[in-house]
């Protein structure tokens, strides 16, 4: 198409992990955010300024978390499917 460039090779890198790593790693991460939240949950219980600002935090907090801990655990299982 364009005379003066060249086509360049295209290199696939496939790189297999054991789908045992993926769910140890979700399990250790899930375990450690869950330490962290009950002590964010009871830092913002015992200390919060307004119910109302920690509670909507809260629940942002939380929602986040649902969202991204859903997002990791459907991609180890489409990824696992897809070995």
């Known amino acids: 198409m364009f005379p ?3 086509k360049t090779a295209e290199v696939a890198i496939s790189i297999a992990i054991s789908p045992k790593i993926l769910w140890i790693t979700f399990g250790v991460v899930f375990s450690l955010v ?12 015992s200390y919060g300024f307004k119910p109302v ?6 629940i942002l907090y939380f ?3 649902l ?5 990791m655990f459907f991609a180890i299982i489409s990824y696992t499917v897809s070995l």
């Open 4 to 6: 003066g460039i060249q």
């Open 34 to 45: 869950s330490i962290m939240s009950i002590i964010l949950f009871y830092h913002w219980k």
């Open 53 to 58: 600002k920690t509670g909507l935090m809260g």
């Open 63 to 65: 929602a986040g978390l």
């Open 67 to 71: 969202i991204l801990f859903g997002v």
